[in-house]
């Protein structure tokens, strides 16, 4: 079985910087991508970026560009979010995910999350 767990949340203040990690344990894949998600209170979950290992090339949506960095090692299947200049609106709980074939788009393994709170 495979785990995911990130960790590096807690509460910061408006302009701090914040690296989450997340790294994958127990019965892992070689997987083709891993990537982090958030879920703010009251709102759905929604990407924020991703690294392909192939080619360790990033993706990010577009609200999160420019603050946020991903990166990581895939040897040790491990992911890192570096967010920077954090504001209240970044407050979430952020999930790691695995996706294991670049043939199925879906991200097969989740973390259960980390809390960021940003503190005005």
């Known amino acids: 079985q495979v785990q995911l767990v990130e960790s590096g949340g807690g509460l910061v203040q408006v302009g701090d910087s914040l690296r989450l990690s997340c790294t994958a344990s127990?019965?892992?894949?070689?997987?083709?991508?891993m990537g982090w998600f958030r879920r703010a209170p009251g709102k759905e979950r929604e990407f924020v970026g991703v690294?392909?290992?192939?080619?360790?090339?990033?993706r990010y949506a577009d609200s999160m560009k420019g603050r946020f960095t991903i990166s990581g090692d895939n040897a040790k299947n491990t992911v890192y979010l570096q967010m920077s200049s954090l504001k209240p609106e970044d407050t979430a709980v952020y999930y790691c995910?695995?996706?294991?074939?670049?043939?199925?788009?879906?991200?097969?393994?989740w973390g259960k999350g980390t809390q960021v709170i940003v503190s005005s």
């Open positions: 127990g019965r892992t894949f070689s997987y083709y991508s």
């Open positions: 690294i392909t290992w192939s080619d360790n090339s990033t």
């Open positions: 995910a695995a996706r294991r074939s670049r043939s199925r788009p879906i991200f097969d393994d």
